[in-house]
C-alpha cells in the first residue's frame, strides 16, 4: 500500500516538474524572441469568414471564375431576372481574357472579388509571393473597376494564419463558404438545386462557378427555392460585418455585444 502511494506520489512530483520546464522554456523563448507571454498562451487560430450570425433572413451566393467565361454573361442576366446580386472571385489569368466582362460584372452591380493571380496554394508560398497574388490581381481589377476589392476567396480553400493575417494587413477579408453546390462535379441539374437549398441557413454563403456545366439550369430553380422560403440574397459586401465582430470555432462571424 505504502509502495503504491509512494509510486502515485512520484508520478505526480515528475509531471508537475514537467509542466514547470516547459512553462519557464515558453516564458524564456517569449523573453528572447520578444513575444508578448499573453499571446502565447492565449493563441487562437485564425480562421476565414465561412457564414455570418445575422437576426435576418438572407443569405450569399457566389461564384469563382477561373477558367472558361461561356455562361458569365447568361448567369449575369438570370441574376437581373430574379434582382439578386452576388460576389465574383476572379483569378487573374481570367481578368486579363474576359476584361469587358469583369467591367460587366461590376456595372451590374456585384461585388468583384480577389481569387489571386495565378491560383495557386496560398500556404505554400512566401509571404512576398502571397503580396504578389494579392497585388497584381487587386490593381487588375481596380483598373477596370476603380475600386480596390476587400475580399479574398484563397484558391482551393487553402488559408493557414499566416494568410488570414497578410489579407488583414492588406484591408482583405478572408471569404469561405459553408455550403459547397459541388457543381464541379457535374452530378446534374438536382443534385445542385437538392445540396444548396438543404444545406442553406440565415448567413450561408454558398460557392457556385461560373463556368459549371449545368449552371444555367439549376441557378434559377436555387433562386427561386430560396426566395420563396423568404431568403434575401444578398452579396456578400453586404452580408459581413466589417467591424466590432469576432469569429466562432467554425469560422461563422458574429456582431460583438
Not at 80 to 95: E, P, R
Not at 111 to 133: A, C, F, R, W
Not at 141 to 154: A, D, Q
Request: glycine content about 6%; aromatic content about 12%.
Amino acid at each position: 500500500m505504502l509502495k503504491r502511494r509512494y509510486f502515485k506520489n512520484h508520478i505526480a512530483y515528475r509531471m508537475v516538474i514537467i509542466v514547470l520546464i516547459v512553462m519557464i522554456s515558453i516564458i524564456y523563448t517569449s523573453i528572447k524572441t520578444n513575444i508578448n507571454i499573453v499571446e502565447v498562451f492565449s493563441y487562437k487560430k485564425e480562421l476565414p469568414i465561412y457564414s455570418v450570425e445575422t437576426g435576418e433572413k438572407k443569405l450569399a451566393i457566389s461564384f469563382d471564375a477561373a477558367w472558361g467565361d461561356e455562361f458569365t454573361l447568361e448567369i449575369l442576366n438570370i441574376l437581373d431576372k430574379y434582382d439578386v446580386k452576388s460576389t465574383f472571385f476572379l483569378v487573374g489569368f481570367w481578368i486579363d481574357k474576359y476584361p469587358e466582362h469583369v467591367k460587366e460584372i461590376y456595372n451590374r452591380g456585384h461585388d468583384v472579388g480577389n481569387h489571386s493571380t495565378n491560383h495557386p496554394y496560398m500556404t505554400k508560398l512566401t509571404e512576398e509571393q502571397i503580396l504578389k497574388e494579392l497585388n497584381d490581381t487587386g490593381n487588375k481589377i481596380k483598373k477596370i473597376t476603380g475600386e480596390k476589392p476587400n475580399l479574398f476567396r484563397p484558391p482551393f480553400g487553402d488559408y493557414n494564419d499566416r494568410l488570414i493575417n497578410i489579407c488583414k494587413g492588406n484591408d482583405y477579408y478572408v471569404i469561405q463558404w459553408d455550403v459547397d453546390s459541388l457543381d464541379w462535379k457535374e452530378l446534374g441539374v438536382q443534385p445542385v438545386v437538392d445540396r444548396v437549398t438543404r444545406n442553406v441557413k440565415d448567413g450561408s454563403i454558398v460557392l457556385f462557378h461560373n463556368n459549371a456545366k449545368y449552371i444555367l439550369e439549376y441557378l434559377p430553380m436555387v433562386i427561386e427555392r430560396l426566395q420563396n422560403e423568404g431568403y434575401e440574397i444578398v452579396p456578400i459586401s453586404q452580408l459581413i460585418y466589417k467591424e466590432k465582430f469576432h469569429m466562432d470555432n467554425t469560422g461563422r462571424q458574429k456582431p460583438n455585444d
